[in-house]
């Protein structure tokens, strides 16, 4: 079955950077494009950054624009999420999440903790 | 940006009994709406897209309507796996937005 599996968290500091992957098992990777949702602790979701099935469409935030990337590697099935200048309102997990027709999110990871504080 | 609005934001439901949750949008969205279940310490799942109709898996328990800006999740007769927090979601436009949720509580 599907599988979406997030790392890259952790504690970090104001002003610094981070990497998130989402390693992806039992899908056609290359042909499904994927979304980063964020929540913050105790608080609803917050969709993130979008990027297309072969990378020519990203979309962001703007709480995230100009700041984080996205990014893919079909060879490794692999989506990334390049966060700089992190601040203390990016603390969350962050689901990576399958694109279904550019509309909905199905199916999710299991998320990975970002907390930046210094 | 499309708002969306959820309410209640605490529903306190008995075992069995019906639950009705609402979402509006501050404009139109068709019927490009979704709906999510997130039970604690769990990554949300897809219940309905399209505004009515239940994704793969779902229990027929599970129901939405509506279109334009005003929607509904029902839930006919609540098991006591029901228990958690309902997301609505817009797709109609960018960026994607979410409400707020509405907790599904034991009353």
């Known amino acids: 079955q599907v599988q979406l599996v997030e790392s890259g968290g952790g504690v970090v500091q104001p002003g610094t950077s981070l990497r998130l992957s989402c390693a992806a098992s039992?899908?056609?990777?290359?042909?499904?494009?994927f979304h980063w949702v964020r929540q913050a602790p105790g608080k609803g979701l917050e969709w993130v950054a979008v990027i297309w099935y072969d990378g020519s469409k990203k979309y962001f935030a703007d709480s995230v624009k100009g700041r984080f990337t996205i990014s893919r590697d079909n060879s490794k099935n692999t989506l990334y999420l390049q966060m700089n200048s992190l601040r203390a309102e990016d603390t969350a997990v962050y689901y990576c999440?399958?694109?279904?027709?550019?509309?909905?999110?199905?199916?999710w990871g299991q998320g990975t903790l970002v907390t930046v504080s210094s | 940006e499309i708002v969306m609005t959820q309410s209640p934001a605490t529903l306190s439901v008995s075992p069995g009994e019906r639950a009705t949750l609402s979402c509006r949008a501050s404009q139109s969205l068709s019927s490009n709406l979704a709906w999510y279940q997130q039970k604690p310490g769990q990554a949300p799942r897809v219940l309905i897209y399209g505004a009515s109709t239940r994704a793969t898996g779902i229990p027929a328990r599970f129901s939405g309507s509506g279109s334009g800006t005003e929607f509904t999740l029902t839930i006919s007769s609540l098991q006591s796996e029901d228990f958690a927090v309902y997301y609505c979601?817009?797709?109609?436009?960018?960026?994607?937005?979410f409400g707020q949720g509405t907790r599904v509580e034991i009353k």
């Open positions: 039992g899908l056609a990777f290359s042909n499904i494009g």
């Open positions: 999440a399958r694109d279904r027709g550019v509309q909905w999110f199905d199916p």
């Open positions: 979601q817009q797709y109609n436009d960018w960026p994607r937005t």
